[in-house]
């Protein structure tokens, strides 16, 4: 069984899973109208493997001119930010709904996807000390991944893992 040790975070402050932060920051802003979701992010800190401070790029398709949003929670505070650069816009004209995650396939939350690096054989006895998270839709499989960073005391890379969000599979190990 894994050793990774998941430390318990001070009752005052509010820490969320990747998908819980997306429907927190959903409740505090009308998003009905943003229709795709083009990357999630968070960082660990030595403390918890669940970041304190999730980052959600977001197109809102329905304008006139389309306009890419920042959603940043942070406990129980959602900033947005709007990313509206002409390079930015000129980048949305390059994507298409396949680049965009599709939320009906996640199955597999950050909190689940470090369980399953924990139960992964490089892994099962590794001291990590803290966790990049990034989900993106991958082209080529079509579907979300979940891609980990996992560091050690040092501050270190010591591996990174891609994790179907879809079926918890673990695509690639580096």
């Known amino acids: ?14 820490v ?3 998908f819980n932060a997306y429907r927190f920051a959903q409740t505090q802003r009308a998003w009905g109208h943003v229709a795709f979701l083009a990357k999630v992010e968070g960082q660990s800190s030595p403390a918890t493997f669940t970041p304190a401070t999730w980052r959600f790029t977001t197109l809102d398709a329905s304008r006139v001119e389309p306009v890419i949003f920042d959603a940043i929670v942070t406990g129980d505070t959602l900033t947005d930010r709007v990313l509206a650069t002409e390079a930015m816009r000129a980048k949305i004209v ?8 599709n939320l009906g396939q996640c199955k597999i939350d950050s909190d689940q ?33 979940w891609f980990l960073t996992l560091m ?5 890379t010591i ?9 918890g599979e673990v695509i690639q190990i580096l």
């Open 159 to 167: 591996g990174k893992v891609q994790i179907s969000a879809q079926t």
């Open 113 to 145: 996807a470090v369980q399953i690096v924990s139960q992964t054989a490089p892994f099962q006895n590794a001291h990590i000390s803290s966790i990049d998270f990034v989900l993106q839709q991958d082209r080529i499989r079509q579907e979300p991944v």
């Open 1 to 14: 069984m894994a050793t990774l040790l998941v430390n318990s975070v001070a009752a005052e402050a509010l």
């Open 16 to 18: 969320y899973s990747a």
């Open 94 to 101: 390059q994507f298409n709904t396949d680049d965009f995650i």
């Open 152 to 156: 050690g005391d040092d501050g270190q």
